[in-house]
Each structure stands twice: as structure tokens, then as C-alpha cells.
């Protein structure tokens, strides 16, 4: 199957409808991206009027070698002349075949309904190297072998000088340093990327990065240096797999006015120093780092480093180079300590207001040879002291040996940390707030939504989970960041991962996480619970590895991307077929390994309940989910068009329906095994309940909510995925608000009761064993985000719908809730919702952007009572009434914005 990457390209069209003219040009996934290498990348772009009911009818696509051909209208590399189509999102590119490093400048024309709109502003990409002959550089680094007393941990310094005759009039970077690497050229940082490139099985995969530095490369002497850091590559820690110690493969090409090229690229002509400042450098560990070792210039050239070790080939990672199409990992907010407290004569408590991820920068005046040590925590003990029992065996500490001159300013290169208190030890006089800050680390996504109501609890709730969330984006949706795991456990991010696309633009670093899994997946089919499969965790159940397939569907609906379904599409398959003929017996799927993780137990000291009466049978928990995953891929095969294979998985669905409603239904009493709140939804919600029996299985629900459970919550990570949406959508969303709601146990607002600024591991996060409660998890978060954007906002992609192309804008009535205002940035621009209730009026303004309709529910019994736009609604432009339903006027409408307006 050929490669196809992804680039989103959002083009601003018109302010207004009668004003002709290109607004503004925007990349929402990639901008402009660099060193691709895909062979056929996808266009997208965005209308932007204020008219109402703009639909696009066709497109022209131009795609250029050079910004001069494309300003002339000449599209040598692809004219895909005009094209009468709606589509505006994921077109691929179907011109010239792209060889390495072309140059790509591209606009489009689109044609609308209400006119033409002119070819937007020049958007560009550039091709990587895409064959592996491509790459004249070696990969470079040192061994142990022949310096057998050279620290593991330390970092790796290696330069290159060079002198050119000429400035060259393009310079392109290609680069991966395992793991992890900083770049300069003459003295200066290149990029503002840290910890990177992107953690991948480096056996199978091995990511680089590509940048321009045609301003950097100077006539003359010049000076490459990068230092290397451990990362996952180099670990040797906790059961981790050790790929080998630190290396890098760099290729610097530059092209001149004369068109002569010369490339410089890592070989053993590289010169190597062990004896730099960073002395140590461990994810899990910290970081160490001696300033009296600091090499001033040895980044620039001019330096002498005849006493530096000569460089060495390494030998290939195994894994095949490839361009990185998510995006970094980078600093995205600096944030300031709210309070700082002496614990004793020689330990100071810094405390950052907020459970964060990243690392703090330090000023510091002292002595040379002042050590200050920074160790990290996400809570305090009673006493002050920081609480540290739940971090396991991470040491997360920091150590940074003054040189002794002035003010002195430094944080780590090579670690990240998830924390709110830092403990600050042997630090030169008295340690003020204002010599730190907190530098908040996660991988470059965009926020693309907003979320805001009249409830303060669902608001810090809110608050919580974003930060938690992007906490968690390190090149993979990780579970925790602090204790010694942080590791992409397919389980948390299922339905959750569906929540996150409100909030964040995800879609390239899902794609490239489920690459992970397919590269982690064994011969036999069977696919790990972690990816990448650092920890080799092959446990064999549904419900971790069905993430696979939740989170592809995720793509596909919320992005309108169903690449990850295509190519990944066999071997979804495989895992299938490996699981059932493993594990299925007489149609039941038996195999099960964590259960309804985390559900709430009976005892606050507890991790797992220990009563059978709250354990959901495992072989429910396996048989909903295998038959949950059997309706996916029927619904991937009809995307590929494969009826036959379609028709497949429908019928194996019935049996399998049918067997477990054999097993574990009781048609007498409507209950579902033993009645647990999780077998109950599951079945309910994956559409496993036999006719008539629905309202019934929905009562036991309800009753073991409200009379079990004192109307909390009683699921884990599993029956949490559906528990808003399934009581919502069955009438009982006022539940639904109580849940979301409370401030006692168990709830998330409880965490919030207990100091919690982040979404907690478990329920009882602040009274079970310590071996387990991170203060920094989202799995608990289940389907509570999409809950709040598609059921209170009301902003839901339509069924059968993919990418927001179709809008069903149906806010759900609740007493106590006032106001929702939220907002979020779809692949066809922004939606909007934002309505406020009172006794007498409901007030609801809406946005549908450009080339999108939508389906409004208005809140009313008859069309009379609905004006928009201090009009009638049915004879208001752009509006068209089409029914009443279950307390809703229903009306069709084009994009546009809308003021609804109804009067009790």
C-alpha cells in the first residue's frame, strides 16, 4: 500500500461572503511541513465566511516546484484542474511522483455556492529523504566496549567542523539521535523541539527530523555539535528493554547558487567528548549536572577538541529511518510557583500551585562546587515533607554542581518530571519563588477546544483533565508521568482518546501510536497491552488491546481519516482471528486479564475490590468487547468496500449475541451476570440487549446507581467508557449531571475536595496503598469529556458522518446546569455552542462553519415559541424546520451563525 502522510492544511476564504478575496492561510496538523516522506500526502483546507449556508461545489488544486511557478499559475507538479466536489478535507495529492528532497508550493481555488473565491495564500512541504540509499551518513557515537569505563548514563558530546567557500543558498538538516538529542550549529540551538526525536521500537522503527538551516550555515568555518541523551533507547532500568547505548545519524546538504551540492554527514571523522556537564541523565532518575564541566564554545567553531575521543561507527538501530510526522515534544506554557516553605535548616518546599509535567529552571548564586539537589513529588506528607512512596522505585531527582560565577541559570536537558512540590536541598542562601519557574513539557498538539458552565465543579473537573491529559503526551499517550512506569497502556486511552480530540488536535500522534501497536503486535496476532512495547506485556485480552480498533474509529469520525483503518485493517484481523481461536469457547470469549480496572472498592485502603458482588464476570467483560470489536470491523470492511468480509463479522455477531445472552442473561430479572453497573451498560450500549428487554436492563442500571451506590459512580476504567453517554442517551441524564457532580467518594469531585489538580489512578487515590495511586492519570476520565462537549454543548458529529461534516447540535436540558459555552475546531473550521436558561427564556448561539450543515434540536415544545435572529426560526435565512421530537423543535441549517431564542 503506498505511503500516505497527513497534512492538513486550513485555508481562511473570505471575511465576508461579498468580499473576494483570500483571508488567511493556516496549518492545523503540520504547518508547512518539512522532510516528509510520503508519497502521496492529503490537502485540506478551510472556508472562512460570515455569510450563512457557503458549500463548497468544486476545487482546483495547484502544486508547484517553485514559489515562482506557483504565483504564474503553473502547476508542474500536479494541475488537478477544477473538480466539482464538496470535499475540502484529506484530497490526495495526485500529480508527479515526488523523488527526495522536492520542494512542494501549493495553493487551491474553490468555487461555492455563493461564488468563486479566488486560489488562497501559497502553502509549501518539502519531500524527505524517502529511500534508505538517500542516507550517505553513519550512525556515530561511542562504544563501550573499547571505553569500558565510560558511565552508561552519561551524556554523549559530539562536533564536527567544517569551512565552505560559498554560503549556501539552502541548507536541510536530516537528524535522529538515540535517544534522545540536542542540536546546534555555530553556538545556536536548532529548533525548539526537547526530548526528542519521538520514542518508537526502535528495532522496527527509527524517526528523524528534518530542518532548514540555511541561516545558520555561514561562508567560512562552521561547527555541528549535538549532545546525546539516553531516552528510552539507552535505558537499563525496570525491566525495560535496551536497545544500546546513545548514537546518532546526521546528514547536513547543501545546495549552492551554482547548483553544485556537498553534504556533511556523521561518520568516525567526528570527534566525541564523555567528560561534558551532564553527568547522568535518567527518565526515571533526574538528571546530574556538574557547570565546573561546562565547555565554553565547544559548539562552535575555532575549538579545540584535540583531546576529545575519536568517534565511532555504531551499528545500526535495525529499525527503518523514517520522516516523524507528529509533531515534538516542546515547551507549551511556563508557569510560576504559587508559595515556598522551610522544612528544616537545609531543605526548602517549592510548591507550583499544579500537578505538572516537565522540569523547573533554576537561578542560583553560590560557590563553585554548591551542590543543590531537586528531588520532585505530586503531594506532601502531613509534616510537609514530600510524599514519595507512590513514585516506586524512580528516584526523580535533580543535581546541579555551581561553577561559581554570577547568577546562574539551568534546567535539565534529558528528563521530565510529574510533579507540584520540589524538595530544594543545599541550595546557597535562602531560595526565593521568583528563581524558579515551571516549564510545562508536552508534545506540540494545538488546542482546538474550549469548555466552560455554570457548575464550578464540572469546570475544575475540566481544568484537571487537560492538564492531566497533555501531561501525558510524550510522543504516546502514556498512563502516568512520575513513578517508574510511564508507559502507553492501550486500555486508558480507549473511549478517552475520543474526549481528547475536543480538547487537543491528536489526530498525527494517534496515527503514529497506532503504528506503535501494529509494530508491537507478534506473529501470532497477539497485541500487547503497552505500546511501544517497552515492557513486554502480552496478556491477552479484549479490552486492552481493543483500543486498537476504538481509537481508529476515533480517527475516522472525528477527523474524517480512515488511513489507520485501511492499513492497519489485516492486522486488526489477525488479532482477531488469534483471540478466538485461542480463547473462545462455545461462542463466549473467556479470556480476560485486569477486569473492570479500578472500580471503586469497599474499602479506602483497598486498590481492587475483593467483594464478587462488584467484580464484572470476565468472560462478560471479554465477550461485550470481542462483539463490540466484530461491529468495527464490519464497519471497516464496508469503508474499504469489502461486502463479502462485512457480511462476515455481521454474522459471526449474531452468534456471538446470541450465545452470551444464552449465558449470562436473566430475561426474569433483566440482569446481566451479577447485575454489576459495567455488565449492565456494556451490553446495553453495545447494542447486545434482546428486543423488549432494554427499559428493564436501563432500571437495573439505574437502581444500582441510586440505591447501591448512593447515585456515585460504580465502574472502573472498562464501564466508565460508557457510563454518561448510556444514561444520557436512555433519559437519564440528570443521573448522569449527579455523578459528574459530587464531591464525596467516589467521584472527580472528590479528587477535587482532596487538593487534586490533576484526574487520579484510582477513586481512593488519597487513602489506598501507595503502590499504586498516581495523582496523574486520565483512564478513571472514561467518556466524561465527549459527555461534556457532545451532550451539555450539544456538538456531535452525526451519525454516518465523518470530520464534522455533518453537525447534530442537541444540548441536553439538565436543573442546576445554567449556561454551557464551548467551542471546537473541527477539520472544516470552528464550531460553535454557547446557551443560557432562565425562567422565561432558553438563549442558544451557535456556529456551523463553512461547507457543514447541521441538525438543531431546539429546546421547545412548538416551532412558535422559537425566533432566530429576532425572527420567526422556520422563515429565518438558512434555517429550515423539519420536526418536533421528545421536546425539541428540529431544524436543518446550513454554516453560518445563529441566534436561537426561546420563549417558555
Known amino acids: ?246 548514537r546518532m545519524i546526521l546528514q547536513l546538504e547543501l545546495e549552492y547558487a551554482d547548483g553544485s551540492r556537498q553534504t556533511v554527514a556523521s561518520d568516525d571523522s567526528w570527534k566525541v567528548s564523555i567528560d561534558g556537564p551532564v553527568r547522568d541523565n535518567d527518565e526515571y532518575d533526574g538528571e546530574v549536572y556538574n557547570a565546573l564541566k561546562e565547555m565554553p564554545g565547544w559548539d562552535k567553531p575555532g575549538f579545540d577538541d584535540s583531546k576529545w575521543l575519536k568517534a565511532e561507527l555504531m551499528e545500526d538501530p535495525g529499525g527503518k529511518l523514517e520522516a516523524q510526522l507528529n509533531r515534538n515534544i516542546k515547551v507549551m506554557e511556563v508557569i510560576k510557583p504559587v508559595g515556598i516553605k522551610q522544612l528544616n535548616d537545609s531543605i526548602h518546599i517549592l510548591d507550583m500551585g499544579q500537578n505538572m509535567v516537565g522540569w523547573v529552571s533554576m537561578k542560583v548564586r553560590g560557590k563553585a562546587g554548591d551542590r543543590v539537589k531537586l528531588r520532585f513529588a505530586e503531594s506532601l506528607k502531613e509534616d510537609g515533607s514530600m510524599y514519595m512512596a507512590n513514585l516506586r522505585g524512580a528516584k526523580v531527582t535533580d543535581r546541579y554542581t555551581l561553577k561559581g560565577v554570577g547568577t546562574e541559570i539551568w534546567e535539565p536537558a534529558f528528563v521530565y518530571h510529574g510533579f507540584r512540590f520540589v524538595e530544594i536541598t543545599g541550595y546557597p542562601g535562602t531560595p526565593a519563588i521568583t528563581d524558579f519557574e515551571g516549564k510545562v513539557v508536552y508534545d506540540e498538539v494545538d488546542v482546538i477546544g474550549q469548555f466552560e458552565t455554570s457548575n464550578s465543579t464540572i469546570n475544575q473537573i475540566y481544568k484537571n483533565a487537560y492538564w492531566g491529559i497533555r501531561g501525558n503526551y510524550r510522543g504516546m499517550p502514556t498512563d502516568c508521568p512520575q513513578r517508574d512506569e510511564r508507559q502507553g497502556w492501550l486500555g486508558d486511552r480507549a473511549v478517552g482518546s475520543h474526549g481528547e480530540s475536543f480538547i487537543f488536535d491528536i489526530n498525527n500522534l494517534y496515527v503514529k501510536w497506532l503504528d506503535d501497536i501494529e509494530q508491537s503486535q507478534r506473529e501470532t496476532g497477539s497485541v500487547p497491552d503497552v505500546a511501544p512495547n517497552y515492557w513486554s506485556v502480552y496478556s491477552d485480552n479484549m479490552t486492552w488491546p481493543g483500543a486498537y480498533l476504538i481509537i481508529a474509529n476515533m480517527l475516522y469520525e472525528q477527523y474524517g481519516n480512515s488511513e489507520p483503518i485501511i492499513k492497519h485493517y489485516e492486522s486488526m484481523k489477525k488479532w482477531m482471528q488469534y483471540m478466538r481461536e485461542k480463547y473462545m469457547v462455545d461462542s463466549i470469549m473467556t479470556k480476560d486479564r485486569y477486569g473492570d480496572w ?58 456471538i449475541k446470541n450465545a452470551y445472552n444464552n449465558k449470562f442473561f436473566n430475561k426474569e430479572t433483566a440482569q446481566y451476570s451479577n447485575n454489576t453497573v459495567t455488565a449492565n451498560i456494556l451490553s446495553l450500549c453495545y447494542g447486545m440487549v434482546p428486543e423488549g428487554y432494554k427499559e428493564k436492563v436501563f432500571k437495573n442500571i439505574v437502581d444500582k446507581t441510586e440505591k447501591d451506590f448512593n447515585g456515585h459512580v460504580s465502574t472502573g476504567l472498562v464501564g466508565i467508557q460508557w457510563l454518561m453517554r448510556g444514561l444520557s442517551e436512555n433519559g437519564r441524564a440528570d443521573l448522569a449531571y449527579k455523578i459528574a457532580t459530587n464531591r464525596d467518594y467516589p467521584s472527580w469531585g472528590y479528587m477535587i475536595e482532596n487538593d487534586a489538580t490533576t484526574i487520579w489512578e484510582l477513586w481512593n487515590g488519597n487513602t489506598a496503598d501507595p503502590s499504586m495511586n498516581s495523582h496523574n492519570h486520565v483512564m478513571l476520565l472514561g467518556d466524561l469529556i465527549v459527555w461534556y462537549y457532545e451532550y451539555l454543548a450539544g456538538i456531535q458529529n452525526t451519525a454516518g458522518s465523518t470530520g464534522f461534516k455533518k453537525i447534530t447540535m442537541r444540548p441536553y436540558m439538565i436543573n442546576g446546569l445554567d449556561y454551557v459555552k464551548a467551542s471546537y475546531n473541527s477539520v472544516h473550521g470552528e464550531i460553535k455552542s454557547a446557551w443560557n436558561k432562565d425562567d422565561a427564556h432558553f438563549h442558544w448561539n451557535i456556529t456551523v462553519p463553512c461547507n457543514t450543515t447541521a441538525t438543531v434540536y431546539v429546546p421547545a415544545s412548538d416551532k412558535a415559541q422559537v425566533t432566530e435572529s429576532g425572527k420567526n426560526a422556520s422563515e429565518s435565512e438558512g434555517v429550515k424546520f423539519v420536526k418536533t421530537e421528545g421536546g425539541y423543535v428540529v431544524f436543518e441549517v446550513g454554516s453560518g451563525d445563529y441566534s436561537f431564542v426561546v420563549n417558555k
Request: hydrophobic share 35%; net charge positive; proline share 4%.
Open 598 to 655: 479500578c472500580m471503586p472498592p469497599e474499602k479506602p485502603e483497598l486498590i481492587h475490590s475483593k467483594d464478587s458482588t462488584r467484580i464484572t464476570n470476565a468472560s462478560v467483560l471479554g465477550t461485550t468487547f470481542y462483539y463490540r470489536m466484530l461491529c468495527l470491523l464490519e464497519r471497516f470492511a464496508k469503508i474499504q468496500n469489502k461486502p463479502d468480509e462485512a457480511k462476515a463479522f455481521a454474522e459471526e455477531a449474531v452468534i
Open 1 to 246: 500500500m503506498k505511503n500516505i502522510c497527513f497534512i492538513l492544511c486550513l485555508c481562511g476564504m473570505l471575511a465576508a461572503c461579498n468580499h473576494r478575496e483570500v483571508d488567511h492561510l493556516r496549518c492545523e496538523l503540520l504547518v508547512n511541513p518539512q522532510g516528509i516522506d510520503c508519497s502521496s500526502p492529503r490537502l485540506s483546507w478551510e472556508i472562512k465566511t460570515k455569510g450563512r449556508d457557503v458549500r463548497q461545489e468544486s476545487y482546483h488544486i495547484l502544486v508547484a516546484s517553485s514559489l515562482k511557478k506557483l504565483n504564474a499559475d503553473e502547476g508542474d507538479l500536479w494541475d488537478s484542474q477544477p473538480v466539482k466536489s464538496d470535499v475540502s478535507t484529506f484530497v490526495p495529492y495526485a500529480g508527479k511522483k515526488l523523488e527526495s528532497r522536492a520542494q512542494c508550493f501549493w495553493k487551491v481555488k474553490v468555487t461555492t455556492n455563493k461564488g468563486d473565491l479566488g486560489w488562497s495564500k501559497p502553502a509549501s512541504w518539502s519531500v524527505g529523504l524517502t529511500n534508505q540509499a538517500d542516507w550517505t551518513a553513519k550512525w556515530t557515537g561511542l562504544k563501550k566496549d573499547s571505553h569500558g569505563d565510560v558511565p552508561t548514563t552519561v551524556a554523549k558530546y559530539l562536533r564536527k567542523e567544517f569551512e565552505i567557500a560559498q554560503k549556501p543558498v539552502k541548507a536541510t538538516l536530516y537528524i535522529s539521535g538515540l535517544g534522545l538529542y540536542k542540536l546546534y550549529i555555530n553556538g545556536k540551538k536548532i529548533g525548539d523541539q526537547e526530548l526528542s526525536p519521538t520514542p518508537t521500537d526502535y528495532s522496527k522503527v527509527v524517526k528523524y527530523n528534518t530542518f532548514d538551516v540555511s541561516k545558520e550555515v555561514t561562508k567560512g568555518k562552521n561547527a555541528l555539535a549535538t549532545i546525546l541523551g539516553n531516552g528510552r533507547y539507552a535505558i537499563q532500568k525496570r525491566g525495560m528493554r535496551h536497545f544500546g547505548f546513545s
